[in-house]
């Protein structure tokens, strides 16, 4: 695993270049949008065929029993479960730090606006089972639905792996659907005879999950669309190579596609930190080592690629966090790991990819929440009336405008 090196360029360019180094997905909009509309016009028998295929239930009911829930936390090893229950406390405690309070804006022509901030009826929660089962996105996305407000949480659990259902059991969520793929996605979007439609569908997931949420996302609030994850570390003097070059290669491990990448203007750095990732076994991932004039320089590369995880080592980096605009979470010094926001740290895993932290968040308590105006016109209408009226005139709504001076 031979990081590319790269030096020289504008910060925008050597980011283009470290991205260009991961290989396009293929497309694979046809087919998803071929089941979506199968599961949208057929419902259950529709969404039944796919799950005995892709699902591999063993006949297995998509509903999970709460039994089976647990019977999978009794087993669950001690130490599993004790970290599950500081992620739990940690992501509850900060999603709800990040839950608005109502409040009254009184306007100068006398009548009030009240800002409303209210929960989603139900949220879904994907959970991917893929090559690896994932209980941390469960506590990610039901823990912090459930402290935004939400009453209803579901979770699709595709594969039902016991350490996924256990966390379900720990999380407290209210329905368990062994399924997965776009036809999970469609059936919560749209519902069938047996699957509530959500309001909301959260979490991460392949190709086909990402592009079945992006399809059906003018019918179902969507968190985001999370491709293949990645990680730069921005080190200077004093940086750890062995630190750097573990933290790289545990992004590493999340396969193809992934980036992990090195900044750097310490050239002794840059060379000790490639020798150490060299020899590591293949995973399908990219590394990147690129060189930059100065700390501030590598900043600019850091902001130019909106990094998923940002990482800053070592005193002069670390002294830049505050200037830190795009990136989906910011690690900062030797301890910050991001191996510990993507399970206790109290931060959320579900982060902007593919250089989206230039504009979009990470999961917080505000995907499943709401703002709603509440008017209160009163004694005002007369003075609203008066410079509204003349607007809907201008515009041939007359009627609007009748609607208004009629007050």
């Known amino acids: 695993m031979r990081p590319s090196r790269l030096a020289g360029g504008t910060p925008e360019g050597l980011a283009a270049q470290v991205r260009a180094l991961a290989p396009d997905p293929a497309s694979v909009a046809g087919d998803v949008a071929a089941i979506v509309a199968a599961v949208r016009d057929g419902g259950d028998p529709a969404l039944q065929g796919y799950v005995e295929r892709f699902d591999a239930t063993g006949?297995?009911?998509?509903?999970?029993?709460?039994?089976?829930?647990?019977?999978?936390?009794?087993?669950?090893?001690?130490?599993?479960?004790a970290g599950l229950e500081v992620?739990?406390?940690?992501?509850?405690?900060?999603?709800?730090?990040?839950?608005?309070?109502?409040?009254?804006?009184?306007?100068?022509?006398?009548?009030?606006?009240?800002?409303?901030?209210?929960?989603?009826?139900?949220?879904?929660?994907?959970?991917?089972?893929?090559?690896?089962?994932?209980?941390?996105?469960?506590?990610?996305?039901?823990?912090?639905?459930?402290?935004?407000?939400?009453?209803?949480?579901?979770?699709?659990?595709?594969?039902?792996?016991?350490?996924?259902?256990?966390?379900?059991?720990?999380?407290?969520?209210?329905?368990?659907?062994?399924?997965?793929?776009?036809?999970?996605?469609?059936?919560?979007?749209?519902?069938?005879?047996?699957?509530?439609?959500?309001?909301?569908?959260?979490?991460?997931?392949?190709?086909?999950?990402?592009?079945?949420k992006r399809q059906v996302s003018g019918t179902v609030?969507?968190?985001?669309?999370?491709?293949?994850?990645?990680?730069?570390?921005?080190?200077?003097?004093?940086?750890?190579p062995e630190l750097v070059a573990v933290d790289l290669l545990a992004q590493a491990e999340h396969g193809d596609g992934?980036?992990?990448c090195l900044v750097t203007p310490d050239a002794g750095l840059a060379d000790a930190v490639a020798g150490l990732v060299e020899d590591a076994q293949e995973t399908g991932a990219v590394l990147a080592v690129v060189v930059v004039?100065?700390?501030?320089?590598g900043l600019a590369v850091a902001d130019a690629f909106a990094p998923e995880h940002l990482e800053l080592v070592g005193?002069?980096?670390?002294?830049?966090?505050?200037?830190?605009?795009?990136?989906?979470c910011v690690f900062v010094g030797r301890a910050g790991a991001t191996a510990f926001g993507d399970y206790v740290a109290g931060s959320n895993h579900s982060l902007p990819?593919?250089?989206?932290?230039?504009?979009?968040?990470?999961?917080?308590?505000?995907a499943f929440r709401r703002r709603m105006s509440e008017v209160h016109i009163g004694d005002a209408a007369g003075r609203l009336a008066a410079a509204g009226g003349p607007i809907a005139d201008a515009e041939g709504f007359h009627v609007h405008a009748r609607s208004m001076r009629v007050r």
């Open 59 to 81: 006949g297995a009911p998509v509903r999970v029993a709460s039994e089976e829930l647990d019977a999978a936390l009794a087993a669950l090893d001690a130490e599993v479960r």
């Open 87 to 212: 992620a739990i406390a940690n992501v509850g405690a900060v999603a709800r730090a990040g839950v608005g309070e109502d409040r009254d804006v009184v306007l100068p022509q006398g009548h009030t606006v009240r800002l409303r901030e209210v929960p989603v009826g139900r949220a879904a929660v994907y959970a991917p089972g893929g090559r690896n089962p994932y209980p941390s996105t469960v506590v990610m996305g039901a823990v912090t639905a459930r402290a935004a407000g939400v009453q209803d949480v579901v979770v699709c659990a595709p594969g039902a792996h016991p350490v996924i259902l256990a966390a379900c059991a720990l999380c407290e969520v209210d329905e368990v659907l062994r399924m997965g793929g776009a036809h999970a996605v469609a059936a919560l979007a749209f519902g069938t005879e047996t699957i509530r439609r959500a309001d909301v569908i959260a979490g991460p997931g392949g190709p086909w999950v990402q592009e079945a």
């Open 221 to 240: 609030g969507i968190d985001g669309f999370f491709g293949p994850s990645d990680v730069l570390v921005l080190a200077t003097a004093g940086a750890d």
């Open 258 to 260: 992934t980036i992990s």
């Open 293 to 297: 004039d100065d700390a501030r320089a």
């Open 315 to 328: 005193a002069e980096a670390e002294a830049l966090a505050p200037q830190v605009r795009c990136a989906g």
């Open 353 to 366: 990819t593919g250089g989206s932290a230039r504009f979009a968040s990470g999961l917080s308590a505000r």
